[in-house]
Nanobody
Framework: EVHVVESGGGSVQAGGSLRLSCAAS????????MAWFRQPPGKGREGVGV???????KVIDSVKGRFTISQDKAKNNLYLQMNNLKPEDTATYYC??????????????????WGQGTQVTVSS
Protein backbone atom coordinates (compact mmCIF):
# COMPACT_ATOMS: atom_id res chain seq x y z
CA GLU A 1 0.00 0.00 0.00
CA VAL A 2 1.04 3.57 -0.61
CA HIS A 3 0.07 6.33 1.75
CA VAL A 4 0.31 10.09 1.78
CA VAL A 5 -0.05 12.62 4.59
CA GLU A 6 -1.05 16.20 3.86
CA SER A 7 -0.22 19.20 6.03
CA GLY A 8 0.09 22.97 5.95
CA GLY A 9 -3.54 24.05 5.79
CA GLY A 10 -5.00 26.84 7.88
CA SER A 11 -7.23 29.89 7.97
CA VAL A 12 -6.20 32.98 6.06
CA GLN A 13 -7.78 36.13 4.73
CA ALA A 14 -8.34 36.67 1.03
CA GLY A 15 -5.09 37.60 -0.64
CA GLY A 16 -3.02 35.54 1.75
CA SER A 17 -0.74 32.59 1.04
CA LEU A 18 -0.29 29.03 2.25
CA ARG A 19 2.11 26.24 1.35
CA LEU A 20 0.73 22.72 1.52
CA SER A 21 2.98 19.69 1.89
CA CYS A 22 2.40 16.04 1.12
CA ALA A 23 4.68 13.37 2.57
CA ALA A 24 4.70 10.06 0.72
CA SER A 25 5.37 6.71 2.39
CA UNK A 26 7.15 5.51 -0.76
CA UNK A 27 9.84 6.68 -3.13
CA UNK A 28 8.24 9.08 -5.57
CA UNK A 29 10.53 7.63 -8.22
CA UNK A 30 8.18 4.63 -8.19
CA UNK A 31 5.26 6.64 -9.50
CA UNK A 32 4.76 8.59 -12.71
CA UNK A 33 2.72 11.47 -11.35
CA MET A 34 1.53 13.21 -8.23
CA ALA A 35 -1.34 15.61 -7.87
CA TRP A 36 -3.36 17.84 -5.58
CA PHE A 37 -7.14 17.59 -5.32
CA ARG A 38 -9.61 19.62 -3.28
CA GLN A 39 -13.13 19.18 -2.03
CA PRO A 40 -15.10 22.32 -1.15
CA PRO A 41 -17.81 22.04 1.51
CA GLY A 42 -20.84 20.21 0.12
CA LYS A 43 -19.22 19.61 -3.28
CA GLY A 44 -17.32 16.86 -5.05
CA ARG A 45 -13.57 16.44 -5.23
CA GLU A 46 -11.76 18.14 -8.13
CA GLY A 47 -8.23 17.99 -9.43
CA VAL A 48 -6.17 21.13 -8.84
CA GLY A 49 -2.80 20.34 -10.35
CA VAL A 50 -0.55 17.50 -11.41
CA UNK A 51 3.20 17.02 -11.85
CA UNK A 52 4.95 14.14 -13.60
CA UNK A 53 8.25 12.47 -12.87
CA UNK A 54 10.01 14.76 -15.36
CA UNK A 55 8.85 17.85 -13.49
CA UNK A 56 6.25 18.95 -16.02
CA UNK A 57 3.27 20.41 -14.19
CA LYS A 58 -0.08 21.98 -14.88
CA VAL A 59 -2.91 23.43 -12.82
CA ILE A 60 -6.56 24.11 -13.51
CA ASP A 61 -7.56 27.44 -15.00
CA SER A 62 -9.18 28.78 -11.83
CA VAL A 63 -5.86 28.71 -9.95
CA LYS A 64 -3.49 29.44 -12.80
CA GLY A 65 -1.08 32.23 -11.92
CA ARG A 66 -1.80 31.79 -8.19
CA PHE A 67 -0.96 28.15 -7.36
CA THR A 68 2.29 26.32 -8.11
CA ILE A 69 2.84 22.59 -7.73
CA SER A 70 6.35 21.26 -7.07
CA GLN A 71 8.10 18.21 -5.69
CA ASP A 72 11.24 17.28 -3.77
CA LYS A 73 12.11 13.76 -4.85
CA ALA A 74 14.93 13.48 -2.32
CA LYS A 75 12.38 13.92 0.47
CA ASN A 76 9.50 12.19 -1.33
CA ASN A 77 7.45 15.33 -0.80
CA LEU A 78 4.93 17.19 -2.93
CA TYR A 79 4.07 20.85 -2.40
CA LEU A 80 1.36 23.30 -3.38
CA GLN A 81 2.23 26.97 -3.05
CA MET A 82 -0.99 28.96 -2.96
CA ASN A 83 -0.85 32.73 -3.34
CA ASN A 84 -3.57 35.37 -3.58
CA LEU A 85 -6.07 32.99 -2.03
CA LYS A 86 -9.76 33.57 -2.62
CA PRO A 87 -12.79 32.48 -0.58
CA GLU A 88 -13.68 30.02 -3.34
CA ASP A 89 -10.40 28.20 -2.62
CA THR A 90 -11.86 27.08 0.70
CA ALA A 91 -11.73 23.29 0.69
CA THR A 92 -10.07 20.20 2.09
CA TYR A 93 -6.96 19.55 0.02
CA TYR A 94 -5.67 16.06 -0.73
CA CYS A 95 -2.68 14.70 -2.57
CA UNK A 96 -2.41 11.52 -4.58
CA UNK A 97 0.13 9.58 -6.64
CA UNK A 98 -0.31 7.41 -9.67
CA UNK A 99 0.91 5.81 -12.85
CA UNK A 100 0.65 7.05 -16.40
CA UNK A 101 -2.66 6.54 -18.14
CA UNK A 102 -3.26 8.52 -21.33
CA UNK A 103 -6.68 10.10 -21.40
CA UNK A 104 -7.16 10.13 -17.65
CA UNK A 105 -7.22 13.42 -15.76
CA UNK A 106 -3.65 14.63 -15.76
CA UNK A 107 -2.76 11.49 -17.76
CA UNK A 108 -2.56 9.83 -14.38
CA UNK A 109 -4.29 6.80 -12.85
CA UNK A 110 -4.18 7.40 -9.12
CA UNK A 111 -3.25 4.49 -6.87
CA UNK A 112 -2.89 5.98 -3.41
CA UNK A 113 -5.43 5.72 -0.64
CA TRP A 114 -6.96 9.10 0.18
CA GLY A 115 -5.43 10.63 3.29
CA GLN A 116 -7.10 12.86 5.87
CA GLY A 117 -6.43 15.92 3.81
CA THR A 118 -5.64 19.39 5.11
CA GLN A 119 -8.25 22.11 5.54
CA VAL A 120 -7.84 25.49 3.88
CA THR A 121 -10.26 28.24 4.86
CA VAL A 122 -10.15 31.63 3.17
CA SER A 123 -12.24 34.47 4.59
CA SER A 124 -13.22 37.58 2.69
Amino acid sequence: EVHVVESGGGSVQAGGSLRLSCAASFSTDRVYCMAWFRQPPGKGREGVGVIDRHGASKVIDSVKGRFTISQDKAKNNLYLQMNNLKPEDTATYYCAAGQKEDGAWGDCRFITNWGQGTQVTVSS
